[in-house]
């Protein structure tokens, strides 16, 4: 009898701070939703997000893929604000001017 052993699956160590952050996300989903009208059962048949799955993004749930995250994000229309990220990289540009300063 052949058995397949499953491994546990693993989740990012996430720091209580960086929770709060999922948290706000959560939060912030949750206002955009009710702003819009559109209810956990509309987000789940347009998305095909579990509505267990969509409760946990509601909830800044850090086991949540970023997937799931960006088709709620995409189902509200913000999706494009994922491309603000690290879109103006101010200490990323004082440590490559440093270096480039450095090189004379």
């Known amino acids: 009898m052949n058995t397949i052993e499953s491994k546990p699956k693993r989740s990012a160590v996430i720091f ?11 939060e912030n989903l949750t206002l955009a939703m009710k702003r819009r009208g559109v209810t956990q059962e509309m987000m789940h048949s347009r998305t ?44 990323g540009r004082k440590l490559q001017d440093i270096k480039l300063m450095n090189k004379k």
């Open 16 to 26: 209580p701070k960086h929770k709060k952050v999922l948290s706000i996300l959560g």
């Open 48 to 91: 095909g997000i579990s509505k267990p799955t969509l409760r946990k993004i509601l909830k800044g749930d850090p086991s949540v893929s970023l997937g799931h995250y960006v088709n709620v994000l995409a189902s509200l229309g913000l999706v494009d604000d994922l491309t603000k990220i690290a879109f103006d990289d101010e200490l």
